[in-house]
């Protein structure tokens, strides 16, 4: 484990305190705090509704929170629209992909590069994807919409990290995906991780998260209900019932 | 994809398309002149129809709002296009030909940037704050919309029809066995070519075109990937307002028009862009040429022709022809809601 990597070494790089967020009426997250440091995997896990994908929305900036802070990189956020949080550096790979289903994926991957200015670098990047995800490479000129679910979680993956993100929200990556390409998606996490970009990681799927995570927060009904080490988590007697799938 | 339809209602669609075959063939076999300079004027219809369709699809695209204001806006950009040309510039029949296709071009780019903002500005005010609203809120709004341009127009212009047809001379360019074809068709097309091209460039190409379709296919996505949803919908407002204009100012110089006559037409563009499969640009266009060359054959032809009082009938009775096939347009995809 590198330097960067390890626990409290890196500075606070996204910080939430005490964040209220409202779905219309309905109270959707009661106070959330949390930290992702540089350089880490941290993981939000917890039963469908808790409030996980509401988090990641409160951070891009589509809803934002009624009371509460986001800070990026010592700037407050908390009401920033979402292309200026984008142009910030956070990136994310949506909740069921959502790519742009009558567009390319060489246009798909564009569009993750819509707010920068260097466009010299754009071929280097969508290089890199390519090299990270070779079926992309292979399926560049066809329509997003008409691959498969696997295919296009690589996509969105790949779309998000061509904004070159100083952080990246992965929100389920795993979601409906064969066993196979589960696997492979967390390796190519922790490719990018180790490649230097921090990621708040987003997932059901609780075991292979706190694999790949350094530390985790668990979430129920809107608040953060346990938040420590990934490898204590795994332990705990209360993760392994609820998550864990064991008995 | 494998709906099957009763028998029945399948043979009595097979039976329309070869009556229709049939009435066409039988027309062209009668009086080919006839036939092909009749096609002529469906190209014209079809052109205005299609620039204004255009719009109602473009917005339906990127908001799945039916912009009911957008036929009102081309009536009232066609009436600015009369104070532009004929009170301001006064350009008359009797100008010379070079002063009379520049007075054009100036009315056409001044009318164009004027109700590009016109229209940005009607989503500024009456939709922006509706977008997460239920969606009946905004369709009835844009038909309260609708009124207030087209009262608007009533109160600048009064009851009076307002035209510029002589401006383009309707001398031949060419006669050939019957089939001849006028300066003022010809207009008409130079007009609008080069904007259809021009906006195919600006949707394909440019990094603002780009922002506008990932917004239509995803407007969520789009925002996470750095897009500014708000100033692209305005773009695509301002888009939409142009293409209406361009569309004013060529019926002012074809047609008589006043303050409704963006009622009808709106209609008949809307059903072109629905016709086509709404959101769809191409499907738009082609829906608005059908429309077109409908309207002109059956007002134009003479072998067995139910003549002009059947033309809203025939379009519209087509309309439902087609959607009991294709719900989704001719070229539209099938969406949830669309289904």
């Known amino acids: ?247 | 994809m494998n709906r099957r339809r009763p028998g029945f209602v399948s043979a009595l669609g097979l039976a329309l398309v070869v009556l229709l075959v049939i009435w066409l063939v039988g027309n062209f076999v009668n009086s080919p002149s006839e036939f092909v300079n009749v096609l002529f004027i469906g190209l014209n219809y079809g052109a205005v129809y299609g620039l204004v369709a255009l719009g109602y699809t473009i917005i339906y695209g990127i908001l799945q709002l039916i912009n009911f204001a957008h036929g009102d806006v081309f009536a009232l950009s066609g009436l600015v296009s009369w104070t532009l040309l004929v009170s301001w510039l006064g350009i008359t029949e009797d100008s010379a030909m070079l002063v009379t296709v520049a007075g054009i071009l100036i009315t056409l780019v001044v009318a164009m940037a004027f109700f590009a903002a016109v229209n940005a500005g009607i989503e500024f005010v009456a939709y922006r704050r509706l977008r997460s609203a239920p969606r009946l809120a905004a369709l009835i709004t844009a038909v309260g919309v609708s009124f207030i341009v087209q009262n608007v127009a009533l109160a600048i212009y009064d009851v009076d029809f307002r035209s510029a047809t002589g401006l383009i001379p309707r001398t031949d360019i060419f006669v050939a066995g019957g089939v001849s074809y006028q300066w003022n068709k010809l207009f008409v097309l130079l007009v609008t070519v080069p904007v259809l091209i021009l906006l195919t460039w600006f949707v394909r190409a440019t990094r603002q075109g780009k922002a506008m379709r990932a917004t239509a296919q995803d407007r969520d996505a789009a925002a996470m990937m750095g897009i500014n949803v708000n100033r692209t919908i305005s773009i695509s407002f301002a888009l939409a307002g142009a293409l209406a204009a361009s569309a004013g100012l060529l019926y002012l110089l074809s047609f008589n028009m006043r303050y409704d006559t963006g009622f009808e037409l709106g209609l008949i563009a809307f059903t072109a862009a629905v016709l086509g499969g709404i959101g769809n640009l191409t499907g738009a266009l082609l829906g608005a040429f059908t429309i077109g060359l409908i309207q002109a054959f059956n007002e134009g032809l003479t072998w067995y022709t139910p003549g002009s009082d059947w033309t809203r009938s025939i379009v519209f009775g087509i309309l439902i022809a087609i959607l009991v096939f294709r719900p989704e347009g001719l070229l539209g995809e099938r969406t949830p809601e669309g289904a």
Do not use: W
């Open chain 1, 1 to 247: 484990m590198s330097a960067a990597q390890t626990n409290g070494g890196g500075g606070v790089i996204l910080r939430l305190e005490d964040v209220h967020t409202y779905y219309g009426a309905i109270h959707a997250l009661k106070g959330i705090s949390l930290d992702v440091r540089e350089g880490e995997i941290v993981t939000l896990i917890g039963a469908n509704g808790a409030g996980k994908s509401t988090t990641l929305r409160s951070i891009n900036g589509l809803n934002h929170p009624r009371r509460g802070r986001i800070v990026f990189q010592g700037r407050d956020i908390t009401n920033e629209p979402p292309h200026e949080v984008v142009k910030m550096g956070i990136s994310q790979s949506p909740e069921g992909r959502k790519l742009f289903p009558r567009m390319t994926v060489r246009e798909n991957l564009e569009m993750g590069a819509f707010q920068r200015r260097d466009r010299a670098n754009f071929k280097e990047d969508v290089d890199r994807v390519y090299s990270l995800f070779p079926r992309l490479a292979e399926r560049r000129n066809q329509n997003a919409g008409t691959m498969s679910g696997g295919e296009q979680q690589m996509c969105a993956i790949g779309r998000a990290l061509m904004a070159r993100p100083k952080l990246l929200l992965l929100d389920e990556p795993s979601m409906g995906l064969a066993p196979i390409f589960v696997e492979k998606i967390f390796e190519i996490v922790r490719e990018i991780n180790e490649q230097g970009t921090p990621i708040l990681l987003v997932e059901q799927n609780a075991l292979m998260a706190l694999d790949a995570a350094e530390r985790g927060y668990v979430m129920e009904t809107g608040r953060i209900a346990l938040a420590d080490d990934a490898h204590a988590l795994r332990q705990n007697e209360q993760v392994r019932k609820a998550y864990l799938g064991e008995t």
